[in-house]
């Protein structure tokens, strides 16, 4: 591997704070991207651009809110200031909601619909002219095996990264002809502080405590384990890098083979 596929490129990353988000951030730093982190939380996201800054890149926090267009296009200008240039978009910020079709209030329904499914909307809108008039690009949406397949229970969660896949179908039909590509990852179970709290929420429901439910959601699919973050991150550097350049309106699944079985 080329330690430097992103050497001079810029990426934006957002939820780069935890988990996937993260993972991706520091795997485009250690490949030579400039990083701007974007998150709600501010300390563990400045905690992500100094672990980019410590592979010689320059890496930049920005707090910001994905459900906010003000928010969004803010932290979009203060990187376009700063390097000129957006070449990645990894869309990473989201949450995780379950809850009883009759009991998942309309509240609810839209803050999971807000930030995961309206925050990719704006995040895509707003890099979309910059990697239009330059006329290369790559925009990662990370959406989830929930988007092609469901459970119980996950009426909000499900909807929203379906959306997500269908967003990046048509965003990556826009771009195509500016030779930008597009695309999404559906992750299976991925070890991060998101699961581990749907762990400890949802595993007494089922009568299990945190650690079995863990166990049983690894046990789902062929591969009996959970993905660690950096291996989802492995799938998005390939996604912005050269060797997917024909590659466009996909939704990858990399879920140890859980929606195939
Ligand atoms: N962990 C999994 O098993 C899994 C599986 C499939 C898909 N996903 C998806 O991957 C993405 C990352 O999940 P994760 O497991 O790393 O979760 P995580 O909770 O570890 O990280 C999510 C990050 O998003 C940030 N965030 C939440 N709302 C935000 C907002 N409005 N604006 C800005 N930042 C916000 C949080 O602060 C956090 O840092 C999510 O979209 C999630 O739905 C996760």
């Known amino acids: 591997m080329n330690p430097k596929r992103f050497a001079e490129q810029v990426a934006i990353i957002t ?36 672990a980019c800054r410590d592979y010689g890149v320059e890496a930049i926090a920005l707090t910001c809110n994905v459900t906010d267009p003000a928010s969004v296009q803010a932290a979009v200008e203060t990187t376009l200031s700063r390097w000129q240039r957006v070449d990645v978009l990894v869309t990473s910020a989201g949450i995780h909601a379950s809850a009883p079709l009759p009991e998942l209030s309309l509240a609810q329904w839209q803050r999971v619909l807000n930030v995961n499914l309206t925050g990719v909307f704006l995040c895509n809108q707003a890099v979309a002219k910059t990697m239009m008039a330059q006329k290369s690009g790559s925009i990662i949406n990370i959406s989830s095996m929930a988007g092609k397949t469901s459970w119980p229970h996950e009426a909000g969660y499900s909807s929203s990264k379906s959306g997500v896949i269908g967003l990046t179908r048509s965003v990556a039909m826009e771009l195509a002809p500016f030779g930008v590509t597009v695309n999404a990852i559906c992750p299976g179970n991925t070890l991060t502080d998101m699961v581990r709290h749907v762990a400890e929420s949802i595993g007494p429901r089922d009568g299990l405590t945190g650690e079995e439910w863990l166990q049983m959601r690894a046990n789902d699919c062929p591969m009996k384990r959970m993905a660690e973050p950096w291996e989802i991150a492995g799938v998005v550097a390939f996604l912005a890098s050269k060797d997917s350049r024909y590659l466009t309106g996909q939704a990858i699944e990399v879920d140890g083979g859980l929606v195939m079985s």
């Open 15 to 50: 939820g780069a704070a935890n988990g996937i988000g993260r993972a991706c951030a520091v795997r485009f730093a250690e490949e030579g991207a400039n990083i701007a982190c974007l998150d709600l939380n501010e300390p563990a996201n400045e905690a992500t651009a100094a």
